[in-house]
Antibody, heavy 124, light 113 residues
Framework: QVQLQESGPGLVKPSQTLSLTCTVSGDSISSGGFSWSWIRQPAGKGLEWIGRVYASGATYYNPSLESRVTMSIDTSRKHFSLKLTSVTAADTAVYYC????????????????WGQGTVVTVSS | DIVMTQSPDSLAVSLGERAAINCRSSQSVFYSSNNKNYLAWYQQKPGQPPQLLIYWASTRKSGVPDRFSGSGSGTDFTLTISSLQAEDVAVYYCQQYYSTPWTFGQGTKVEIK
């Protein structure tokens, strides 16, 4: 059974960099057929997709955050990561990692597995 | 960006009754070359991550009760709960994965009347 687990600091100071890691267990992160995404949710609000990374290292970001986001993947350590620079209070949210389907014939698919989420607060 | 708009924002339904949530996309999410709608539905209970219910607009994920069904094509979609159970109280989101950036609806809160 595949499981995802987010980890990282729960408190980040304004203007600093938010760094999170998602560890994948129960399956190989390097196997084809999946993308690996970060999604966030401010308290009491909706979901915002941040970006995705593939086992190849290819990345796609939400244009609204692209100038501040970097995602990477380490298949040997079975994890993928998010870095968000120059954070403000508006970046305070629950951050989820999630697995998405991918196939050459159909392209990208929905998110079938999610981590439990980690709360990140931006405050001095 | 494709904007996803759900209606209503909230609804209260009696136990055993039908609940229907609508989702409209600002442009079509139907890909004619494979005849698929790139639309998913998720359920989120308090304190939990979203869980996938429906993908390709109408394909139920394995293990999801058959009282949940998805329909629609192009720009208009519906999630129907045929007989509401107490454990269905949650917020429901639609999401398009037709084009980047992937976007979600604002959510619909379902409660018991």
């Amino acid at each position: 059974q595949v499981q995802l687990q987010e980890s990282g600091p729960g408190l980040v100071k304004p203007s600093q960099t938010l760094s999170l890691t998602c560890t994948v267990s129960g399956d190989s992160i390097s196997s084809g057929g999946f993308s690996w995404s970060w999604i966030r949710q401010p308290a009491g609000k909706g979901l915002e997709w941040i970006g995705r990374v593939y086992a190849s290292g290819a990345t796609y970001y939400n244009p609204s955050l692209e100038s501040r986001v970097t995602m990477s993947i380490d298949t040997s350590r079975k994890h993928f990561s998010l870095k968000l620079t120059s954070v403000t209070a508006a970046d305070t949210a629950v951050y989820y990692c999630a697995r998405g389907f991918y196939s050459d014939s159909e392209g990208d698919g929905s998110f079938d597995i999610w981590g439990q989420g980690t709360v990140v607060t931006v405050s001095s | 960006d494709i904007v996803m708009t759900q209606s209503p924002d909230s609804l209260a339904v009696s136990l055993g009754e039908r609940a229907a949530i609508n989702c409209r996309s600002s442009q079509s999410v139907f890909y004619s070359s494979n005849n698929k709608n790139y639309l998913a539905w998720y359920q989120q209970k308090p304190g939990q991550p979203p869980q996938l219910l429906i993908y390709w607009a109408s394909t139920r994920k394995s293990g999801v009760p058959d009282r949940f069904s998805g329909s629609g094509s192009g720009t208009d979609f519906t999630l129907t709960i045929s007989s509401l159970q107490a454990e269905d109280v949650a917020v429901y989101y639609c999401q398009q994965y037709y084009s980047t950036p992937w976007t979600f609806g604002q959510g619909t809160k379902v409660e018991i009347k």
